[in-house]
Nanobody, 120 residues
Framework: QVQVVESGGGLVQPGEDLRLSCAAS????????MSWYRQTSGNERDLVAT???????NYADSVKGRFTISRDNAKNTVYLQMNSLKPEDTAVYYC??????????????WGQGTRVTVSS
């Protein structure tokens, strides 16, 4: 089995920065992609940023230039550095990992979510 745990959410003021972390553990052979999604009440879960094993990244237009996704392959951890936060960034942020397990099965796992609130 694979566990995914996020951390780093909280309450910040507009213009401030915050860093989220997500660590995957368990029966992991390799991790293909690691992503952050966010969801607000009544809305779908939207992709924020993705980083694949080669290091190539992709961002939603709304966060380009403000958010940076990175990963530490040795720790099976992905980070989301969020700068110049805006009230519209308020959401629950979820980590998603695509894992090739030790039994050679590739599957997707989600974390429990971490809440980010941007408000003065």
């Amino acid at each position: 089995q694979v566990q995914v745990v996020e951390s780093g959410g909280g309450l910040v003021q507009p213009g401030e920065d915050l860093r989220l972390s997500c660590a995957a553990s368990g029966s992991i052979s390799s991790i293909n992609a690691m992503s952050w999604y966010r969801q607000t009440s009544g809305n779908e879960r939207d992709l924020v940023a993705t980083i694949i094993s080669s290091g190539i990244t992709n961002y939603a237009d709304s966060v380009k230039g403000r958010f940076t996704i990175s990963r530490d392959n040795a720790k099976n951890t992905v980070y989301l550095q969020m700068n110049s936060l805006k009230p519209e960034d308020t959401a629950v942020y979820y980590c998603n990992v695509v894992v090739r397990r030790l039994d050679r099965v590739t599957s997707t796992y989600w974390g429990q979510g971490t809440r980010v609130t941007v408000s003065s």
